[in-house]
């Protein structure tokens, strides 16, 4: 009886590590392939959508300011600002979280690049 009690500890001690490290693995927005973890799994995925469509809509807008900064001032803005400043665009947006803007104003290119 004491070696059936004991057992059944030492897997019930497995099984709390187990659900621990599934725990872990949840924060990490990776899928596990888990029915139940499905849920978690689905909104870390909309998430990382959200986040490359807000940096997709970010960077053609200002390319489409700064291109037509370009055509109608005869160079490029010296930076973002400038763009807002004289009514290109409303405001400078933030860039997505983990995410920053790289602007060169000799070329006129702009990219939304990870920090």
Not at 41 to 59: C, E
């Amino acid at each position: 009886m004491r070696i059936v009690f004991a057992a059944l500890i030492t897997l019930s001690l497995c099984a709390c590590a187990k659900k621990e490290a599934k725990q872990e693995n949840l924060l990490t927005n990776n899928s596990s392939g888990n029915p139940i973890t499905a849920p978690v799994d689905y909104l870390g995925a909309v998430n990382q959508a959200r986040k490359g469509a807000i940096k997709t809509i970010d960077q053609a807008a200002i390319n489409n300011a700064i291109e037509l900064f370009n055509a109608q001032e005869e160079r490029y803005p010296r930076d973002l600002n400038e763009l807002a400043q004289k009514r290109y665009i409303q405001a400078v947006p933030t860039p997505p979280p983990g995410m920053r803007f790289d602007y060169n104003p000799q070329s006129g290119q702009f990219k939304v690049v990870q920090q």
